[in-house]
T-cell receptor, first 116, second 113 residues
Framework: AQKITQTQPGMFVQEKEAVTLDCTYD???????LFWYKQPSSGEMIFLIY??????QNATEGRYSLNFQKARKSANLVISASQLGDSAMYFC?????????????FGKGTLLTVNP | DSGVTQTPKHLITATGQRVTLRCSPR?????VYWYQQSLDQGLQFLIQ???????AKGNILERFSAQQFPDLHSELNLSSLELGDSALYFC????????????FGPGTRLTVT
C-alpha cells in the first residue's frame, strides 16, 4: 500500500523568501505520480504541480518547483518568492498507475504561514 | 475555478437523516472521484466512477452510496447520518480512468448535529 508522509505540521516564512515543504512517499510500484495541492482557508483544493515517476527533470510551474529525489523517495515542494496569498494548507499526494484505480493518497498536510 | 461544480456548498442536518451531494465534472471528463476530509481521518478516497460504472472503492461506509448518471454528473448519498460523518466532501474529475491529474470541486461541507 502506498503512503505519504509530511513531517512538518506547520511552517513559517517571511514574505519574498523561498520555502521548502517536505514530502516522502512509500510505494513498491515503479510507476506513480506525485502531486501537490494547496488548500486555502476557504476550503477548495487547488492543483499546483505534478511529477511522474519516470520524468527525468523536476517539475516546475511558475513559482512552484518539485524537488524529486527518487532514490530517497522524496518529493519536496519549493515555493520561491513567497507571497501573503501563499498562506494555506499544502498537501502532498500520490497516485499509482496500473490496475483500475488512480485514487489519490494524501499526506496529513503542512500549514504554511507567510509573514509580512 | 477548476470547472468542477458541487452542490450544495453547505449542508446542516440531524443524526439519522439522509442527504445527497451532487457533483458535475469538468466538460469532457469521464471519471469522478469522491473524497472525504475530516479532522481525524484527513483526506480519504471514497469511490471512483468512470463513464457511469463504478471503478474502485476506498474507505466508503456501507451507509454511503454513489452513482454516476448518463450525463456524467454524480451523486453521493449518505444515510443514517452520524456525528462522525461531519466533514468536507470533495468531488474530483479527470479525463479518463487512468488520468493522473484530478481537478477538485469546491466541496460540500456537511455538518451533522
Amino acid at each position: 500500500a502506498q503512503k505519504i508522509t509530511q513531517t512538518q505540521p506547520g511552517m513559517f516564512v517571511q514574505e519574498k523568501e523561498a520555502v521548502t515543504l517536505d514530502c516522502t512517499y512509500d510505494t513498491s510500484d515503479p510507476s506513480y505520480g506525485l502531486f501537490w495541492y494547496k488548500q486555502p482557508s476557504s476550503g477548495e483544493m487547488i492543483f499546483l504541480i505534478y511529477q511522474g515517476s519516470y520524468d527525468q527533470q523536476n517539475a516546475t510551474e511558475g513559482r512552484y518547483s518539485l524537488n524529486f529525489q527518487k532514490a530517497r523517495k522524496s518529493a519536496n515542494l519549493v515555493i520561491s518568492a513567497s507571497q501573503l496569498g501563499d498562506s494555506a494548507m499544502y498537501f502532498c499526494a500520490m497516485s499509482l498507475s496500473g490496475g483500475s484505480n488512480y485514487k489519490l493518497t494524501f499526506g496529513k498536510g503542512t500549514l504554511l504561514t507567510v509573514n509580512p | 475555478d477548476s470547472g468542477v461544480t458541487q452542490t450544495p456548498k453547505h449542508l446542516i442536518t440531524a443524526t439519522g437523516q439522509r442527504v445527497t451531494l451532487r457533483c458535475s465534472p469538468r466538460s469532457g471528463d469521464l471519471s469522478v472521484y469522491w473524497y472525504q476530509q475530516s479532522l481525524d481521518q484527513g483526506l480519504q478516497f471514497l469511490i471512483q466512477y468512470y463513464n457511469g460504472e463504478e471503478r474502485a472503492k476506498g474507505n466508503i461506509l456501507e451507509r454511503f452510496s454513489a452513482q454516476q448518471f448518463p450525463d456524467l454528473h454524480s451523486e453521493l448519498n449518505l444515510s443514517s447520518l452520524e456525528l462522525g460523518d461531519s466533514a468536507l466532501y470533495f468531488c474530483a474529475s479527470s479525463v479518463g480512468f487512468s488520468s493522473y491529474e484530478q481537478y477538485f470541486g469546491p466541496g460540500t461541507r456537511l455538518t451533522v448535529t
